[in-house]
């Protein structure tokens, strides 16, 4: 039996930041974004999305009446919850009128959270061949204005449907992972920006990556000749590819170019949203199925890191129901109607923060189906226009 990604979709609302206009109120070259940083555009969240609804206009798409009553867990990865009690996955599964006897949790380990929940899905259908288990990845990538992890900044979700029978990844059972405690990004409970030594960061993100792809090695025997495609965790898209650079001598000169070629398919969605945080693994892997030429049962291989840190490698094959036109076709409408933000419009949103008594929203800038309305009696209230 095959277990792993039947359905995966994402949402991020359609403001955006030019990168190069963003170059030029900083006084930094337009290349050391486009090409030092492999950043072109990113996504501006405004005050009327959060975790919860980000999550809910991912998730619409992949449940609907033929698997509603399949879905026997949502495990929702984020490290922009919204309550430090009841979870997301609460929120969610009422939006998403999933029924009452289901599991529904959060997840957190900054960006690793996702997999984590894509891991334990993978296990628990193993046990329930029958059931599928809806995981997200859902956050706002915040560094503030004019630091230096400003260019880096984006959010959105993706959400996955995990299930037997898979129509586009069956996920192999070796997987290597390594945690250690390491300060190179936190977000201490007081602060709604991200604290990072950024230098520090990429450091730590190849190291872990080299470990567990040794790792991996080691318990499969396979290596770098048995991948079609990397997919890795996208905080900018330079790092991935210096995460690829530190393994391609392994391979041979052909092989290193088909992996370049796929590695430019998988960062093409990344490019022009930033970071997600714990759907940046995931938009990239379906930026890769997309926008790479990729065939039934080729192997790709997946890199998760979320600083703290923990890191993950783990791979899966091309399924034979594999089909990615619908998904091509919403990627195309979606940035052809996306709204291109002056530098004003996006300082102004980036700093429009949730007070903490009852406030009504203007939602007037927003025409997403789930949308944050307010607060009233300290509680979110959240809308489904659908
Ligand atoms: P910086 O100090 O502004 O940039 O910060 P830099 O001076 O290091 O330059 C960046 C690159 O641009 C360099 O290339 C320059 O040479 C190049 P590199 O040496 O890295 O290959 N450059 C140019 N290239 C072409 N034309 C030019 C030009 N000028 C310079 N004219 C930094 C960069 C990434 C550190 C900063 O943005 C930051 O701190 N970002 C946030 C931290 C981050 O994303 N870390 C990644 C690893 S940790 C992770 O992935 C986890 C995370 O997602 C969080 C989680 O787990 O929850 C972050």
């Known amino acids: 039996m095959q277990i792993g990604i039947d359905q ?20 930094e070259e337009p290349d050391k974004y486009r090409i030092g940083i492999g950043q072109s555009e990113q996504a501006v969240i405004p005050v009327t999305q959060d975790a919860v609804t980000l999550a809910a206009n991912a998730a619409v798409r992949v449940v609907d009446d033929t698997n509603r009553d399949k879905i026997a867990m949502v495990l929702f990865g984020t490290e922009s919850g919204i309550d430090n009690s009841k979870s997301a996955a609460i929120y969610l599964k009422r939006l998403l009128k999933l029924p009452d006897n289901i599991r529904a949790v959060e997840i ?12 334990f899905a ?27 992890g400003e260019v880096t900044q ?29 300060m190179d990004f936190w977000r201490p409970l007081y602060r709604t920006e991200a604290l990072v030594d950024g230098r520090f960061s990429e450091n730590v993100y190849v190291d872990f990556f080299k470990a567990v792809w040794q790792d991996y090695q080691q318990q499969t025997k396979l290596t770098i000749g048995d991948f079609t495609a990397f997919a890795f965790h996208l905080p900018f898209t330079k790092m991935g590819l210096k995460g690829l650079r530190a393994i391609l001598p392994e391979a041979s000169e052909d092989q290193q170019k088909q992996l370049m070629t796929n590695f430019e398919a998988s960062r093409q969605y990344n490019r022009q949203v930033g970071n997600l945080y714990t759907g940046s693994l ?32 783990f791979s899966g094959t091309i399924s034979d129901a594999f089909d990615v036109q619908a998904s091509r076709r919403w990627f195309t409408d979606f940035f052809r109607s996306r709204q291109r933000l002056t530098m004003t419009q996006y300082e102004r949103l980036f700093s429009q923060q949730l007070p903490d008594h009852d406030v009504l929203l203007d939602l007037s800038h927003d025409d997403a189906r789930f949308v944050l309305t307010g607060i009233k009696h300290d509680q979110r209230q959240y809308l489904d226009r659908g």
């Open 8 to 27: 995966l979709a994402f949402y991020t609302p359609k403001t955006y930041l030019d990168l190069v206009d963003l170059a030029h109120a900083r006084g």
């Open 108 to 119: 957190k380990q900054a960006c690793y959270g996702a997999t984590a929940g894509v891991q």
């Open 122 to 148: 993978h296990d628990y259908v193993r046990l329930h061949p029958d059931k599928q288990v809806l995981v997200i990845g859902a956050d706002i990538a915040r560094y503030g204005l004019k630091t230096p």
């Open 154 to 182: 984006g959010g959105g979700a993706v959400a996955l449907t995990i299930s037997a029978e898979p129509k586009l990844l069956n996920l192999d059972d070796a997987t290597a992972f390594r945690s250690e405690d390491i």
């Open 282 to 313: 995931y938009l990239s892997l379906r930026s890769l199925f997309d926008n790479a030429d990729l065939k039934p049962r080729q192997r790709i291989g997946l890199f998760s890191y979320g600083s703290g840190a923990e890191g993950e490698f």
